[in-house]
């Protein structure tokens, strides 16, 4: 007999039915949008320090990381739960409930956060004495601290409706090094929360581009942004998607850099910045600009004419008046 069929027989032999309490609390609970409820098992539990809102910045990070503002960005999207001591953890390589040992290396008297083996398999379960309440429709996704990779844990994502649910839950984190000890430091993300509206991924699906024209529109535009990487940027890349324009500088759509409900965007100083960028020439792909043979004087946009035969018979492109070229004139004189 398997682990897991004796664990279920022991399980479905000491059942007893179901609670029943002795007072009924009705979820009356309004969560205000754009508000995530911390909510504790007990009141000594109040006003937990160990949550905090995903920043910007990673230690391990060099200055050339924050070129990349994909990663910056994806950096700050979520909530973090943080290690309230340090502690080591070792997985023996089995699945028994008992195959991870935890030793707790500057633990408090408060257990804010406890970190055992409560599956088996190798993982390593935190649970904190809280749980969340989210507004009505709103989902919270467990998942990874954002790029803060720890060497021999793989976390396992989740979705709650929090919503929904008035209890907590646990961050589950897969250790994938048996026979390793694993060093855990005060203050390191041991999960992760993000919003997530509930049915938003439901009907999403992946479909092929078909429209021949768009293809060939998008083949074209995304060699040109190859063009320019490989032969005019260098050593250093030109930042176009940190400054929200594409490879024609036509500006984004609302361009995002940071979590701030589009107020950069619509913020004076950005108005200002992207008005100075399209007014630069640098930063512009300029007409093309025809001189007059006569008066040299610069047209824009003027379609260019075949060249003349003979100087005597020269055209203006823009007045198509026949003139002598000025060059003739002086040696008149």
């Not at 390589?93 to 257990?111: E, S, W």
């Not at 004419?305 to 002086?330: I, L, R, Y």
Request: proline fraction near 9%.
């Amino acid at each position: 007999m398997s682990n897991d069929e004796d664990t279920s027989k022991k399980l479905q032999g000491s059942r007893r039915p179901p609670f029943v309490p002795p007072v009924v609390h009705p979820d009356t609970l309004v969560v205000p949008p754009n508000t995530i409820y911390l909510v504790p098992d007990q009141l000594e539990f109040m006003n937990p320090t160990y949550f905090e809102k995903c920043g910007q910045k990673r230690d391990w990070f060099s200055s050339y990381f924050y070129n990349c503002l994909p990663i910056v960005f994806g950096n700050q999207h979520g909530f973090m739960i943080k290690s309230t001591n340090s502690f080591i953890c070792r997985w023996d390589g089995t699945d028994a409930n008992d195959g991870v040992a935890v030793h707790q290396l500057d633990a408090t008297k408060r257990d804010d956060l406890i970190v055992q083996s409560h599956f088996g398999h190798g993982i390593l379960t935190v649970q904190s004495r809280q749980y969340f309440r989210t507004p009505k429709g709103v989902n919270m996704m467990v998942k990874a601290p954002p790029n803060y990779p720890v060497h021999g844990l793989s976390w396992m994502d989740a979705v709650v409706e929090t919503d929904n649910l008035r209890r907590d839950f646990t961050f589950n984190i897969k250790i994938t090094r048996p026979q390793m000890d694993i060093y855990i430091e005060k203050g390191t993300p041991l999960g992760c929360v993000l919003p997530y509206p509930r049915f938003f991924l439901d009907k999403y699906e992946m479909k092929p581009l078909t429209d021949p024209e768009e293809v060939q529109k998008a083949i074209e535009t995304a060699n040109f942004y190859g063009i320019e990487r490989e032969e005019f940027d260098g050593e250093k890349p030109r930042l176009r998607y940190m400054e929200g324009k594409d490879i024609f500088n036509t500006f984004y759509d609302m361009h995002q850099k940071t979590l701030d409900s589009g107020e950069w965007w619509n913020s004076a100083d950005a108005k200002v910045e992207r008005k100075n960028m399209q007014q630069d020439p640098s930063q512009q792909q300029q007409p093309s600009v025809m001189k007059c043979p006569v008066t040299h004087q610069s047209q824009p946009d003027v379609p260019a004419q075949p060249a003349p035969q003979e100087p005597s018979s020269m055209q203006c492109p823009v007045t198509h008046k026949k003139a002598e070229p000025e060059a003739d004139k002086k040696d008149e004189e």
